[in-house]
């Protein structure tokens, strides 16, 4: 799934660690997430969008998942 | 992350424990070697191996829920590393492909072994029955909580 996390954690300046920890999950899971190799569970995708201020739809696309529908 | 301290120590005492346990045995067991069977060098290798192996397993993780618990930033990483919703993924996926391999595999060494030696062939079907009923047991106790 194709996520905006790495253009927001480079807005706001930040490291995959330091995201990780803010959300609690490790850097290589970041990483994941940002190449698209792996899903965020919706607990996770909570997390993300709260700490970046937005809603869910705003950093994960789902356009995929519409298509499939 | 309270929870996860106590969590922390409970496991390095049950760790301790087990260290302790598994030093008492290994040392009883070599005090009265003479009471058991004489055993080929290479299964006493194997035993001095595996107690070996569990201790240094022990020590390692006591080391490092130490190190975690005197540091709040360590203590967190830990949790994460141990929590981490994609590693619990890696895992379950590692296990249930492992799981069917080893199936599988069991199924056809019993077969191939019923053919050259009998003792074999039953040591193979015991395991791959008691791997079943683990297996089965366990899928309904997780589909009743899940």
């Known amino acids: 799934m194709k996520t905006r996390i790495a253009e927001l954690r480079k807005q706001h300046k930040l490291s995959q660690e330091e995201l990780g920890l803010a959300v609690g999950v490790t850097r290589q899971t970041i990483t994941s997430l940002e190449v698209g190799k792996y899903t965020a569970s919706l607990v996770l995708a909570y997390k993300i969008a709260k700490y970046f201020g937005l809603t869910i739809e705003d950093v994960f696309d789902f356009s995929e998942v519409e298509e499939e529908m | ?146």
């Not at chain 2, 569990?54 to 080391?63: D, I, N, P, Q, R």
């Open chain 2, 1 to 146: 992350m309270e929870k996860y301290k106590v969590s922390l120590r409970n496991r390095t005492n049950a760790l301790s424990l087990v260290a302790a346990a598994t030093l008492l045995i290994y040392v009883g067991l070599l005090m009265f070697r003479g009471g058991l069977p004489e055993l080929p060098s290479f299964i006493k290798g194997f035993h001095i191996g595996a107690f070996i192996g569990v201790e240094v397993f022990v020590v390692s993780y006591l080391a490092k829920y130490m190190r975690a618990s005197k540091s709040d930033t360590e203590l967190k990483k830990l949790y994460i590393k141990e929590n981490d919703e994609r590693s619990s993924q890696i895992l379950l996926s590692a296990g249930s492909l492992s799981m069917s391999v080893i199936l599988v595999g069991l199924a056809i060494a019993a077969i191939v072994a019923g053919f050259f030696n009998s003792l074999v062939f039953y040591t193979l079907l015991a395991a791959l029955l008691f791997i079943l009923v683990i297996f089965f047991a366990l899928m309904v106790y997780f589909s009743r909580k899940l």
